[in-house]
């Protein structure tokens, strides 16, 4: 039941930034994560980022340093801020979510582990 609309992707240089929006539709109810993947092309899915209902964020360890997620919860959107943008961050952007009561430790940031995913978004980094 719940719809996921990523926005934000585009063109960018080697270097730059890039903010990605992830608006989430439909009750989140209780405790759930949501995160963030990247599909590069012909590859699998990766997981990014992820944050639970409490506003906690983890991060891939490669990804450390250079994104930073944020959520809103009155909004119900959460956020993927990219700097120092590489040809390798390109490919499609996922946002995912799954609810998980009694959750203990951080979300996971495997995408079997979830069940609602949006459209995705396009990111394309140019050298």
């Known amino acids: 039941q719940v719809q996921l609309v990523e926005s934000g992707g585009g063109s960018a240089q080697a270097g730059g930034s890039l903010r990605l929006s992830c608006a989430a539709y439909?009750?989140?109810?209780?405790?759930?994560?949501m995160g963030w993947f990247h599909q590069a092309p012909g590859k699998e899915r990766e997981g990014v980022a992820s944050?639970?209902?409490?506003?906690?964020?983890w991060y891939a360890e490669a990804m450390k340093g250079r994104v930073t997620a944020s959520y809103s919860n009155d909004q119900d959107t959460v956020f993927l801020r990219f700097t120092n943008l590489k040809p390798e961050d390109t490919g499609m952007y996922y946002c995912a979510h799954f609810f998980a009561p009694g959750l203990e430790g951080p979300c996971p940031l495997q995408r079997q582990s979830y069940r609602h995913w949006g459209q995705g978004t396009q990111v394309t980094v140019s050298s």
């Open positions: 439909g009750n989140l109810y209780s405790t759930y994560c």
């Open positions: 944050v639970n209902h409490a506003g906690t964020m």
